[in-house]
């Protein structure tokens, strides 16, 4: 599975088209993201992707989980996104 990583400093819009193309060739994508900010540029990308990808048919779902990773040495805790198609 693709990973994306996202950040707070990210455009939803570039977000959106990076993870419909991944669905439209993999069928899911792995977005990775640390902060408040990330999440939101994530969240706001998703929700443009799923406009992009609904005249197809298909929908998007959307599975969230803690991963702890390391950061410049640092043990950081990351929100991940599991996006797939239903």
Not at 12 to 23: C, Q, Y
Not at 61 to 66: D, L, Q, T
């Amino acid at each position: 599975m693709k990973l994306l990583k996202v950040s707070s400093m990210s455009k939803p819009n570039s977000v959106a088209g990076a993870i419909a193309g991944i669905i439209r060739t993999d069928g899911k994508v792995q977005i990775q993201t640390i902060g408040a900010g990330a999440l939101n540029q994530t969240i706001k990308g998703i929700a443009i992707a799923r406009g992009y990808i609904a005249p197809t048919g298909q929908e998007l779902v959307c599975i969230p989980f803690f991963k702890d990773i390391e950061v410049n040495g640092e043990i950081k805790t990351a929100i991940v996104l599991n996006v797939e198609i239903r």
